[in-house]
């Protein structure tokens, strides 16, 4: 991994890894377990670019919270994607949305995606909430296979959790209809927490991108990258404010409306925005017509949402703890 890291910096003009700065920790058994490949492309996409909860028991979480509330004694934060799926049901009708764990557990930092558009002097144009629909067009090049918008492809996950109650961070800011699932239970955690760009990926290199054995580039993207997006404007944050950010929710929570978070905006559901081209986490065909914006039965909202949260993260982003340490 490192190898792969520093050759695919230097393709990029940017310095590799400096003596010292990188570092794995893997025990007996993940040494053991591991195979040939690693964990690509997951693994070059979290080094390079910085389950369902219903799945753990509450004593599966209660071990992870206790991971998390010492790392936060130490300064240690944890970000996690929040999902690809949107509403995680795998479109079966009537199911509860199925959000993902560890990123629902309140010590965590659970960001979710964007779909950014950027204009031809590199500068953001617009940004939506990450939701891919879209039919391909046929064969005949005359029509598309299914009547657009076409199905669901990808999307931020995001929705309430059912095994943690509202930590005092999201009270005032998580609208209480939403935490309360329009006042059937109490408040639950809820999840985005903050977001970043997911649906327009972006370069990472890796021995096997293309080729077995052999170093290669490919475009990845989704949630698991936008949390590495998060995490690398707060090791940025880190330096520049002189401390560690640790666990960093309180603090994300009290800059909303500022301008460190860009709150991301309903698209226009009788125009929304439209792409045609490349769809790459399905297939690797180039006639995909996608719809952006609209996000399964998930819905972007003014304010907090369960698509991006509190918003996007800025630039500003950078600076913003210097105000809030």
Known sequence: MPADANEFFASQGVPGFAVGQYSENLDASSVSASCGGGDVPEEPLDVETSIDESAFSPADA?????????????????NFDSGDGGENTCGSAGQPTAI????????ATAVGGTSLEIGANGSTVAEYGWGDNGPQIDAAGSGYTSAPPGAF???????VSTLFAEPAYQVGVVPAALATKKGTESARRTTPDIAADAGSPWLIGYTGAVTDGVYGLTDEGGTSGASRLVSGLEVDAKQASGHAVGFANPALYRLDGGAAIHDVLPVDAENPPTAIGAQPFFGSADNYLTTLGEDSSLAVTRGYDEVTGIGAATSALVTAFRKCS
């Open 100 to 107: 993902t764990y560890p990123a629902s557990d309140p010590r």
């Open 62 to 78: 209660e071990a992870w919270t206790l991971t998390f509330e010492q790392g936060a004694t130490e300064g240690i934060g944890f």
């Open 153 to 159: 492809l990808e999307g931020s996950t995001g929705g």
